[in-house]
């Protein structure tokens, strides 16, 4: 009779620790000559793909929520708790590759060449987590069914990847929630955009006033300085002109809608707002979000060049060239970090309209 069927569930089979600690096969152990660190190489990245997992379920989870029109004030919640947990996953994600790290070129170079052709590039939940975000990419990963990554796939993970990429991303549906924010213009006819305008046309007057009035500056100064606070009003332009911002949404120097961008800076000037507070948690973790894939993305460039130096990578990839350059044209959320620009002293900012104000703040009434 069989009786681990009676077992009460225990800590190992609940977790499945036999089958866990079995899946590691050193290929340098199978070809007779064991390198001890390819264990480490193994754990690290098998570490990587369940913290990639976890990162997967909260993204999705939260990606459900804005889905629909509106979006459930007590769900922001939710999300803003998922977003600090996907961040401290990716520090975690970080350390890993510093553990990593402790394993030598050397040490590296007594297995790598059993473990090729395969590659992080090839990595399927790094590829949805990518596409789940919105990483923007010149090319499709599937568009053509010869390149390396396309035939690494099985054809679960072909499936996997094309249902990863026919969903609308993060980015996507942030910017049609941004798009919905109600309290930028009020009935009483309170524009907001006019009011903005109007303070920043005082606030660049001033920084010429200054600049003009400032005795220690030389006339050649004046006009440098006089020349960059015009360029920091060209720039601001296409902030208040919509046929000029989608010029730039077409260059690709833009991705949100000058609708969600009025509604992100607004919720960023005004983020002391009780109504506000939630929503910019919620962009300031995108940009953290953004921010430390950005690190990581650094952190194993640095790390594969120490490895294997300007060599190419195992998949055929070109190595560190290939890692550097997806740094800059892998940021998601660069019109969040772009925000700081169009900022301006809480001194500065119109005030808000007595009904305004009502609506953003917690109103209740105590009856005697």
């Keep these: 009779m069989n009786t ?31 390198a001890h660190e390819e264990l480490l190489f193994i754990i ?11 990162i997967l379920h909260e993204l999705n989870s939260i990606a459900r929520m804005f889905k629909s029109n509106t979006v459930d004030e007590k769900m922001l919640g939710n999300a803003v708790s998922r977003l600090i947990r996907v961040a401290e996953i990716q ?7 510093r553990i990593l790290e402790t394993m030598t070129p050397l040490d590296f170079l007594e297995f790598r060449d059993l473990v090729s052709p395969a590659s992080g590039f090839q990595s399927v939940q790094f590829r949805m987590l990518e596409s789940t975000l919105g990483v923007k990419r010149e ?12 035939k690494s ?83 601001f332009k296409a902030l208040f002109d919509e046929s000029m911002h989608n010029d730039l949404v077409n260059q690709g120097l833009r991705r949100l809608s000058l609708r969600a961008t009025h509604a992100a800076l607004f919720i960023q000037l005004y983020r002391e707002e009780p109504i506000l507070h939630l929503p910019y948690r919620l962009l300031t973790l995108l940009v953290d979000i953004d921010e430390l894939l950005q690190q990581w993305r650094a952190q194993h460039a640095i790390m594969v060049h120490r490895m294997i130096g300007i060599r190419v990578g195992t998949g055929g990839s070109l190595g560190y060239a290939y890692l550097r350059s997806t740094l ?5 959320f660069a019109d969040l970090f772009n ?25 209740f009434e105590v009856k005697s």
Excluded: C
Excluded at 9 to 30: F, N, T
Excluded at 328 to 332: I, R, T
Excluded at 340 to 359: E, I, W
């Design 339 to 363: 925000l700081s620009t169009f900022l301006l002293p809480k001194s500065s900012l119109p005030a808000l309209p007595a009904n305004l104000k009502q609506r953003l703040g917690f109103a």
């Design 4 to 34: 681990d069927s009676k077992r009460p569930l225990s800590y190992g089979s609940y977790l499945r620790v036999p089958e866990l600690l079995s899946i590691q096969s050193p290929k340098s152990l199978e070809a007779g000559r064991e």
């Design 139 to 150: 090319h499709p990963l599937l568009a053509n069914p010869d390149s390396p990554f396309a």
């Design 153 to 235: 796939l099985t054809a679960d993970e072909l499936k996997q990847m094309q249902m990863a990429e026919s969903e609308p991303s993060l980015v996507q549906l942030i910017e049609k929630w941004l798009e919905r924010t109600p309290f930028i213009e009020t009935s009483d006819g309170f524009t907001f955009w006019q009011e903005y305008q109007n303070a920043l046309s005082e606030h660049l007057s001033r920084d010429r006033q200054f600049i003009n009035n400032h005795p220690l500056l030389s006339d050649n100064e004046k006009q440098r300085q006089l020349g960059e606070v015009e360029k920091t009003e060209n720039y």
């Design 44 to 54: 690290v990245h098998q570490a990587h793909e369940l913290w990639f997992k976890q």
């Design 91 to 97: 520090k975690v994600l970080i350390d890993h590759l």
């Design 328 to 332: 800059d044209k892998s940021k998601v």
